[in-house]
């Protein structure tokens, strides 16, 4: 089930990174009174109610802006208004309406999403309800007044912001077809491998990177069985510099992972594995989906009997967090090894939904507490008393242990070890939630 996406928008200076924190509940934005301090959009999930979403913050909107890092930043907010579920527009009581406010209103008509208009800094309401009311003349809606930095108004901001979203009830109604989201960096051939599954250039392909707009989704049929493949290419490419592709591929990253059930992390084989690559695969594995790592132009690669061997360990010491990540070697040119790809799919999408009985869990875990004695500190040993299954996709387990201080991460991936070489569980991350109980 994808979450909504909420991007915050308003010209730049207007509070958009406070209140970016104060919903994330960490410093994650760098908050700074200089105007478009914020280059990045960084992304966080906010729980309101009944309802969790992802908010994303982006630089400010300055419409007719010359300045290269200002345009740049422009671009990035559009790419968040074009994926953003819900709006929020955002403006300075105490700099009044500027006609800036009423240029990115126009911007956001033209989007035709869903807006909530929030003025902010408005610290006495009573003081400064004329000041709101002047925000009306944005034709956008009922302004609603916040203080970002004293966390003030936000209720009622985030009720209006979910009044746009569709209701628990419809989001169930979900098909049975597994969502598959091919991501990567600009370039590594991820529109090539959908081409070539469909058999027709239905997505625009290109050497220059960055063609494809939009994510799309497309249907295919591999022996008998329905898929949808989330195609995520495509970003703008507006400056040479990597960081800026960086910034571009996020967002829809975030997007297209949430709505899938399995991520096909595209690497280019001529090129190895980066740093970037190693960012967009860590969204996934943040996000608990089964992840295959595709190789992809490996028919441009000159072999010998140690190549396959040699990329797969550069990979691996990269993507170090995700050692249960499935990797194939393909060529989206000839579609070589496509058949292992999807059976790699299937697998993972197996293994996502494995429910393990608790008496075999328990068993499993006793197992390996007599192989390797758990730790111990001044005197005081952990034990652990019982381990359940509580949630799938990902499988999610609780530990329940006489104390949570003692249950070093080491340990923790010795269990998940061992439960991996009983079960498998290739492809998909694993959770484990600790939880203190009492001896008695």
Same mark, same amino acid.
């Given at each position: ?9 308003g ?32 992304? #966080? ?11 994303v ?57 869903p ?28 302004p609603?007044?916040?203080s ?22 419809? =989001?169930? !109604? ?27 250039n ?5 050497d ?5 707009r939009?994510a ?29 592709? =960086? ?23 001529t !090129? ?13 594995? &943040? ?21 396959i061997?040699?990329? &797969? ?8 967090y ?40 328990? =068993? ?5 507490? #007599? ?38 991460f ?5 269990? &998940? ?6 079960f ?14 009492? &001896?008695?």
């Amino acid at each position: 089930m994808s979450k909504p996406i909420v991007a915050i928008v308003g010209r730049p200076n207007v509070g958009k990174s406070t209140l970016f924190n104060a919903l994330a509940g960490q410093q994650i934005s760098i908050v700074k009174d200089t105007p478009g301090v914020t280059r990045d959009r960084i992304y #966080a999930d906010v729980t309101w109610l009944n309802y969790t979403f992802t908010i994303v913050d982006t630089g400010g909107i300055e419409p007719e802006s010359k300045d290269i890092i200002l345009s740049q930043m422009r671009e990035q907010a559009q790419i968040a208004i074009d994926t953003a579920d819900v709006i929020l527009f955002m403006t300075d009581v105490r700099q009044g309406l500027v006609d800036a406010d009423s240029k990115v209103a126009d911007m956001l008509r033209r989007s035709r999403k869903p807006v909530v208009l929030v003025v902010n800094k408005v610290d006495s309401y009573t003081k400064q309800q004329a000041d709101v009311y002047e925000f009306y003349n944005l034709g956008i809606g009922d302004p609603i007044p916040i203080s970002a930095a004293g966390k003030n108004g936000i209720g009622d901001m985030l009720d209006a912001v979910t009044r746009y979203f569709p209701d628990a009830m419809e =989001e169930e !109604e979900e098909d049975h077809v597994p969502r598959i989201a091919v991501v990567g960096k600009p370039n590594v051939g991820k529109s090539s491998i959908i081409n070539k599954l469909i058999g027709e250039n239905r997505v625009i392909v290109s050497d220059i990177a960055g063609t494809t707009r939009d994510a799309i989704d497309t249907e295919v049929i591999w022996e008998g069985r329905p898929y949808v493949f989330i195609d995520t290419a495509g970003l703008r490419r507006k400056s040479r510099v990597k960081e800026e592709l =960086e910034r571009y591929s996020i967002i829809r990253t975030v997007s297209a992972v949430d709505r899938a059930d399995v991520v096909v992390m595209v690497i280019d084989a001529t !090129e190895g594995v980066t740093e970037q690559d190693a960012k967009i695969a860590g969204i996934a594995h &943040e996000r608990g989906k089964g992840v295959i790592i595709a190789v992809n132009k490996w028919d441009a690669i000159e072999k010998n009997d140690k190549t396959i061997y040699e990329h &797969e360990k550069r990979i691996r010491q990269t993507l170090s967090y995700m050692p249960y990540a499935e990797m194939v070697f393909i060529s989206a040119e000839t579609g070589q090894r496509f058949g292992r790809m999807f059976d790699l799919i299937e697998q993972v999408i197996q293994f996502q939904s494995m429910r393990i009985a608790t008496g075999v869990l328990n =068993e499993i875990v006793s197992e390996a507490v #007599a192989l390797q004695q758990p730790p111990s500190d001044k005197g005081k040993r952990l034990k652990i008393f019982y381990i359940t299954q509580v949630a799938i996709k990902p499988p999610t387990f609780v530990i329940f242990v006489n104390d949570k201080e003692l249950m070093h991460f080491s340990y923790t991936r010795y269990l &998940e070890n061992k439960i991996r070489d009983t079960f498998g569980f290739k492809g998909t991350p694993l959770r484990f939630i600790v939880r203190e109980r009492s &001896e008695g």
